[in-house]
């Protein structure tokens, strides 16, 4: 068995580990160093598509990260979020940088995680089409090969630009919460999230709430005699829904989305329970606003609910400076307001969100391409 000695930076930051990889255990395949650029973005693209990474399964398209980058000659630090549950191996991070110069000007980060269902990769002419094709393995792949090529270019030394990949962005942000105790600061950080090639100049803030209704169980031949739990959190959502939110010129609406609503254990049992989750999008002011006009609407149904709200934020702004760019405000959230420092913060990327997290989930290959170049494009306006 012949083995690649290659240099890793682990968790110690100012110390270098030795470590033996096996090419046959390695997911990475090294033929794609040979490669042409847009044969070598393809199958990276590919390679991170086929590898299911819902979150909390991080471990494995993280590895194959640690592989393809250090392999390309650069030094990979991990850093674990959190055990895998799947149970198979940690959830990491991934910082990546040229020499041993950790501190760099640029930041460039996208997310490796997905939502489910996994489904796999398939090419349909000139469409790819799979989980996390669009979100956010497309700007992944665009993100390393327009470093690449730029690298190649000479444009690029030692402390100019870093690539950090990070777990958990689809459910909490916990992984990019974690980056900051990497200690770094970056006067550039470009984040990689479908934008239609645009760039983008904002985005909603977001917040969540659970309502509890806690009723009395009985039979269901006898109604007076128990209390329905359904019956009380269903007028309470119904007056959300004609609850005046606060909206903006710029990013038009504050939304809710009822993402789940359950209760109950059988048709002819009252239910003792029931409960709603509420997503919210915020256009305008901050979370304590909106969170008093949503109980306000729920004490009018005039029912005894517990409700509790998730952490949120704001509308996001985001800087859209850099010419030949055409701008878009986008509704979702991002990782941008997780990661701490006075930068300035591109967003961009190819495909659109409205492709994002569907069962039709797809981008076009000439979007991945011309992605590698508006990354490049941002990467060189950074460094100025």
Avoid at 217 to 244: Q, T
């Amino acid at each position: 068995m012949k083995l690649l000695k290659l240099p890793l930076l682990l968790l110690l930051p100012h110390l270098t580990f030795t470590i033996s990889i096996d090419p046959q255990q390695s997911l990475y395949d090294p033929a794609l160093a040979s490669s042409s650029s847009s044969s070598k973005l393809l199958a990276l693209h590919k390679s991170l598509v086929e590898i299911e990474s819902i979150t909390g399964h991080e471990h494995d398209v993280a590895q194959y990260l640690v592989d393809y980058l250090t392999l390309q000659g650069l030094t990979v630090e991990t850093q674990v979020v959190g055990p895998g549950l799947d149970g198979r191996g940690k959830r990491q991070n991934l910082l990546a940088y040229i020499g041993q110069q950790r501190k760099t000007k640029v930041l460039v980060s996208s997310h490796i995680d997905t939502v489910p269902p996994f489904w796999p990769y398939k090419r349909k002419g000139e469409e790819i089409w799979g989980r996390g094709t669009v979100d956010a393995k497309g700007s992944v792949a665009a993100q390393i090969i327009a470093f690449e090529e730029v690298w190649k270019a000479g444009k690029l030394g030692k402390g100019d630009v870093a690539l950090l990949f990070v777990v958990g962005e689809e459910v909490g942000g916990d992984g990019m919460k974690k980056a900051n105790d990497f200690g770094l600061k970056w006067d550039t950080v470009i984040f990689g999230e479908p934008t239609e090639l645009k760039l983008a100049s904002g985005h909603k803030g977001i917040s969540g709430m659970v309502i509890t209704a806690k009723g009395k169980a009985g039979h269901s031949g006898y109604p007076e005699l128990g209390r329905n739990a359904i019956a009380m959190l269903v007028p309470a959502l119904n007056e959300l829904l004609k609850a005046e939110l606060p909206w903006s010129e710029e990013y038009g609406n504050t939304t809710l989305n009822f993402g789940t609503i359950e209760g109950g254990v059988a048709a002819n049992v009252i239910a003792e329970e029931a409960r709603a989750q509420v997503s919210i999008r915020i256009a305008d002011g901050d979370p304590a606003d909106v969170e008093k006009v949503l109980l306000d609407a729920i004490q009018k149904a005039g029912q005894e609910l517990d409700v509790e709200f998730h952490p949120g934020y704001g509308p996001i702004y985001i800087d859209s400076d850099v010419p030949g760019f055409k701008t878009i405000v986008v509704n979702y959230g991002t990782d941008i307001p997780n990661l701490k420092g006075d930068h300035k913060r591109y967003l961009y990327g190819p495909g659109t969100i409205l492709m994002a997290h569907s069962d039709h989930e797809h981008l076009k290959i000439s979007d991945l391409e011309t992605a590698v170049k508006g990354y490049k494009a941002l990467i060189e306006h950074s460094l100025k």
